[in-house]
Nanobody, 125 residues
């Protein structure tokens, strides 16, 4: 069973930047579709960004495109989410996710098999 650990969450101000990291228990990110989701209190978990192992093609939600960048880390066990110009609406628990059972980025949580435990991002105005 692959384990994912999210880290990097913090409390920041509007306009600040933050980088989240997802670390896997094995070298999965070179052979899996990986994604980031977030869940704010009282809301459903929503897609933020994702990347395929085939061609490293990223996809973004409309609300994050242009501000967030998803990328594989320096090893096959890490993935990053660079977030810039953070807004209060970005406040949520952020989760990384991965699956080996697809070759394209899915935007539904059910598209992913492995999940991190989540890391809190709080953006204050």
């Amino acid at each position: 069973q692959v384990r994912l650990i999210d880290s990097g969450g913090d409390s920041v101000q509007t306009g600040d930047s933050l980088t989240l990291t997802c670390t896997a228990s094995e070298s999965i990110f070179s052979r899996a579709v990986a994604g980031w989701f977030r869940q704010a209190p009282g809301k459903e978990r929503e897609f933020v960004a994702g990347i395929t192992w085939l061609g490293n093609i990223p996809e973004y939600a409309e609300s994050t495109e242009g501000r967030f960048t998803v990328s594989r880390g320096t090893t096959e066990r890490t993935m990053n989410l660079q977030m810039t110009n953070l807004q209060p609406g970005d406040t949520a628990v952020y989760y990384c996710a991965a699956t080996r059972e697809s070759w394209r980025v899915g935007q539904n949580p059910t598209d992913y098999k492995y999940w991190g435990q989540g890391t809190q991002v709080t953006v204050s105005s």
